[in-house]
């Protein structure tokens, strides 16, 4: 492999080891970014996670702020609904171009997806997998899972307020209930009781924003912005 391919190579494997961290909360909102520590983590120089650190923060995962550092940036409640309004408007659509005899193969992995939420162990991430795999389940039913992919580009700020919710709920039982109401809704071909119950499902997030703030309000960006200040060490104010 040539020298360039290996840097382009070597990039991407930071950038997206990054971004998983940064989506389920290893690093956590506001938490700061040692350019060096994260280097040596990843066993590689500088470049490729100042390179990192940049496109994240194009994405609005990262803020940069000058003569003070780089932080994993808090959740921001306007950007977790524009998300969501992007992800439901994708999914309602989908549901009204089901067909009329929707796949018997497709229908018995999502109920097999189904069975694995019930029985799952309690694993944030396992269960976040699985809810993912639902979701992308119904679209390719509706013969549109080629959209998956720009859904989940587009949804790195919802899924941060989504794992939030995952983790501060007793049970994702509640959710693995609405998933099978969404599914039963599918194949009795009730598409208006399918499209009530998924838009409830995916609204669902704002509820868990709200609870979640009201405890923890250091998670959250504020209406006005904040900038961390260099003392001793840094700090939110």
Do not use: C
């Amino acid at each position: 492999m040539a020298a360039s391919d290996r840097r382009r190579t070597n990039r991407r494997v930071v950038y997206e080891t990054l971004r998983r961290r940064v989506l389920t909360l290893e690093l956590p909102p506001g938490s700061a970014l040692s350019e060096n520590e994260l280097a040596a983590s990843l066993g590689v120089s500088r470049t490729p996670v100042r390179e990192s650190l940049i496109l994240l923060a194009e994405e609005g995962l990262v803020q940069v702020f000058p003569q003070v550092g780089s932080f994993v940036s808090r959740v921001a409640p306007d950007r977790v609904a524009d998300a969501q309004f992007l992800r439901e408007a994708v999914e309602l659509a989908a549901l009204d171009d089901l067909p009329a005899e929707p796949d018997p193969a497709l229908a018995a992995e999502l109920r097999d997806n189904l069975a694995q939420q019930q029985r799952h162990g309690g694993d944030v991430e396992e269960f976040f997998a699985l809810d993912e795999e639902f979701h992308r389940g119904l679209l390719r039913l509706s013969g549109h899972g080629g959209s998956w992919p720009a859904v989940v580009s587009a949804k790195g700020h919802l899924d941060r307020a989504r794992r939030l919710g995952l983790y501060e709920a007793s049970s994702p039982a509640v959710f693995a209930g609405q998933h099978e109401e969404i599914l039963r809704a599918v194949l009795d071909h009730d598409v208006e009781r399918a499209r009530a119950t998924m838009r409830r499902h995916l609204r669902a997030v704002f509820e868990d924003i709200e609870q979640i703030r009201t405890r923890s309000p250091e998670l959250f960006a504020s209406d006005a912005g904040t900038v961390p200040v260099r003392r001793n060490v840094v700090v939110w104010e």
